[in-house]
C-alpha cells in the first residue's frame, strides 16, 4: 500500500508542475505578443499615454509666431510644406503640382519624315514681301558691321538669399531655403545676360541636328554636312552672377499659355525662330501642333518661292509662335503696283505695315535688323529710301549707316509707343549678330575655319551694339543683347560646309543649329 501511494503521489506532482509549466509559457507569449502589437501601433518613441491623449483630443494650434514664421516661409516659397502642414494638405498640394506638370507638357507622337499638314519653312532665304528680283543666296552674307562700344555703363546688382527661421517641437533651427526659381527673381538679380562665360554642358545639345526636320532648314542643320567637329553644341552660356531657370519645352508653353510670341527681323531672326521650335519640341514632330499662318496672313502668294513668314500653334497650351520676314524693319510699298519690275519705298519711319496690323494679337515681340543694311542689298532688291512719305532729299540720311540709325530710332519708338496701349506685351530688340570673316570678306575669299571658340568669358558691362542699346535706353523696350557671347564664338558658323559638298564662298554669317541661336532664346526665356 505504501509503494502504491507513493507513485500515485509522484504522478500527481508531475502532472501538476506540467500544468504550471503550460500556464507559464502561455502567459509569456501572451505578454510578448501584446508588447509587439502596442509597439507596432505607438512606435519606438511615443509613450502610452501621449498617444491615447492624442488620439482624445486635436493637437492645440501652433504659436502665432510659429504661425507667421511658416506663412512667411510659405511666401517665399510655394513648393515649402512645414512640418505643421496637415498631411491632407500636404499631400494635395503634391497632386497639384504633378497634375500641373502633366497639362504644361505637349503631347507628341511618333516621328515621322513629313506631314502634310504642316507648312515647312524652306532653305532659301530671300525678300518676298513685295515681287521683286531676287539677288543670288551668297548675297546674304554681304553686310556692314557696325559692332561700337556703348559708352553707357550698365550696373549690375547682386541679391543675396537672406536666412530664414523655422520653430518647430519648441527649437529654432537656421535653414537656408532652397532656391526656387522665379522669372521676378531673376529679374530683379540679372541686369546684364550678356556677360558671363561659356561652359561646357554635356547634357547639351537640346535637340538633335539630325532631327527636326519639320522645322530646320537642311542648309543650316550641320550634322547632314561633311563637317565632323561638334564640340561647338556642348557650350551652355552661364551669366554671371545670374539665376535662371533651365529650357524645357514644357516649361516654355506653360509660361506662354495662350499667348503669341513673333520674330520680326531678318534670316538670323529667321534662324532664331527654328531654333526655338527645334527647342519646344525636342527635335520630335508632334502632329498636332497647327499651322495657323493664314491667321496672319502668311501664305505663300502666286509666283512667290515662300510665304513672307510663319505661324505654328502648339494646342496643349494654345501657344502661337510665328515669324515674319521684314530684313530692314521698314515699311515696303511697291511705288507702281501695276509693275513687277517697280521700285520699292522703303520707308525709313515706319514700322512693317504686318506688325502694324497684329501687334494687338502678340504677347512677346522680338525685333532684329542688321545684316541688309548695304549699298548692294539695296539696290539688288529697288529700295529707295523715303521719310516722311516722300522720297528722301536729305544727304545725311542717305548714308546707310544714318539710314539705318533713323529707322531702328523710329521703331524701337514706335513698339514704346504700343506697349502702353498694350499692357500684355514685352518687347524685345536683338542686338546684332556678328560676323565672322577672316583673310578677306564674304566676296574675297573670307574663312571661318576655326573649330574653337575665340575666347570662353565675356566680361564687358556695356553692350557691343551701341546702336541698339541706345534705341532702347529710356524706353520699356528690352535690349536682348546677344552680340559679345556670340562675338567669341566664330568655330559656331555654317563655314565652309554645304549639303551638297560643293566649294564656294563661306558662309561666316548664319550659324549651325543646334548651336549659337540656341542661346539667344534660353536668355529670351528667362526675360518673358
Not at 499615454?49 to 492624442?54: A, F, N
Not at 504644361?104 to 515647312?120: G, H
Not at 495657323?292 to 510665304?307: D, Q
Request: charged share 20%; net charge neutral; hydrophobic share 30%.
Amino acid at each position: 500500500m505504501k509503494g502504491g501511494g507513493g507513485g500515485g503521489w509522484l504522478l500527481y506532482e508531475w502532472r501538476r508542475r506540467k500544468q504550471l509549466s503550460l500556464l507559464f509559457i502561455f502567459l509569456l507569449l501572451l505578454l510578448l505578443s501584446t508588447t509587439f502589437i502596442l509597439w507596432s501601433s505607438w512606435g519606438p518613441n511615443t509613450s502610452f499615454l501621449t498617444t491615447i491623449s492624442s488620439s482624445l483630443s486635436p493637437p492645440p494650434p501652433p504659436p502665432p509666431q510659429q504661425q507667421q514664421q511658416q506663412h512667411q516661409m510659405q511666401q517665399l516659397n510655394p513648393d515649402f510644406n512645414s512640418p505643421l502642414m496637415p498631411a491632407a494638405s500636404a499631400a494635395g498640394e503634391v497632386k497639384k503640382v504633378a497634375d500641373d506638370d502633366l497639362s504644361s507638357s505637349p503631347a507628341t507622337s511618333s516621328s515621322s519624315s513629313s506631314s502634310s499638314s504642316i507648312n515647312t519653312p524652306p532653305d532659301v532665304d530671300v525678300n518676298v514681301n513685295v515681287d521683286i528680283n531676287t539677288p543670288s543666296p551668297s548675297s546674304d552674307i554681304q553686310a556692314e558691321d557696325n559692332n561700337k562700344h556703348d559708352d553707357d555703363s550698365t550696373t549690375h546688382h547682386d541679391d543675396n538669399n537672406s536666412t530664414q527661421i523655422l520653430v518647430s517641437d519648441s527649437k529654432q533651427h537656421l535653414l537656408e531655403p532652397k532656391k526656387q526659381y522665379s522669372p521676378a527673381a531673376e529679374n530683379q538679380s540679372c541686369t546684364n545676360f550678356g556677360r558671363g562665360k561659356w561652359v561646357r554642358d554635356d547634357t547639351r545639345p537640346l535637340y538633335s541636328g539630325f532631327g527636326c526636320k519639320q522645322w530646320l532648314s537642311s542648309m543650316w542643320a550641320c550634322r547632314l554636312t561633311q563637317r565632323t567637329d561638334f564640340e561647338y553644341e556642348k557650350l551652355r552660356w552661364q551669366p554671371k552672377d545670374c539665376q535662371t531657370d533651365d529650357f524645357s519645352g514644357p516649361k516654355f508653353l506653360k509660361r506662354m499659355q495662350d499667348k503669341t510670341l513673333a520674330f520680326v527681323g531678318d534670316s538670323l531672326g529667321r534662324q532664331q525662330f527654328q531654333s526655338l521650335m527645334c527647342m519646344i519640341t525636342g527635335g520630335e514632330e508632334p502632329q498636332d501642333v497647327q499651322d495657323v499662318g493664314k491667321e496672319f496672313g502668311l501664305v505663300k502668294a502666286r509666283g512667290s518661292v515662300r510665304p513672307d513668314g510663319w505661324a505654328y500653334r502648339f494646342p496643349v497650351t494654345n501657344t502661337t509662335i510665328l515669324y515674319y520676314w521684314s530684313a530692314s524693319l521698314c515699311n515696303l510699298e511697291p511705288i507702281d503696283p501695276r509693275n513687277k519690275t517697280t521700285y520699292i519705298a522703303m520707308h525709313l519711319d515706319r514700322p512693317p505695315a504686318f506688325l502694324q496690323r497684329y501687334i494687338n494679337r502678340f504677347h512677346v515681340v522680338v525685333l532684329n535688323t542688321g545684316h541688309h543694311w548695304n549699298r548692294g542689298k539695296l539696290n539688288a532688291n529697288r529700295w529707295v529710301m523715303y521719310v516722311g512719305g516722300k522720297p528722301n532729299t536729305d544727304r545725311k540720311i542717305a548714308d546707310i549707316a544714318s539710314a539705318k540709325n533713323l529707322t531702328v530710332h523710329s521703331i524701337v519708338k514706335w513698339v514704346n509707343g504700343e506697349l502702353r496701349k498694350y499692357p500684355g506685351l514685352k518687347a524685345f530688340y536683338r542686338s546684332i549678330s556678328p560676323r565672322h570673316f577672316f583673310n578677306g570678306d564674304w566676296n574675297s575669299g573670307g574663312t571661318c575655319d576655326s573649330t574653337t571658340p575665340g575666347a570662353l568669358e565675356v566680361l564687358q558691362n556695356v553692350s557691343s551694339d551701341s546702336l541698339a542699346s541706345g534705341a532702347v535706353k529710356g524706353t520699356d523696350v528690352k535690349l536682348l543683347d546677344i552680340t559679345a557671347l556670340s562675338e567669341v564664338r566664330e568655330e559656331g558658323h555654317i563655314s565652309r560646309y554645304s549639303i551638297r559638298a560643293t566649294p564656294g564662298m563661306q558662309d561666316c554669317l548664319h550659324w549651325c543649329l543646334p548651336g549659337i541661336p540656341d542661346t539667344w532664346n534660353e536668355l529670351l526665356f528667362a526675360q518673358i
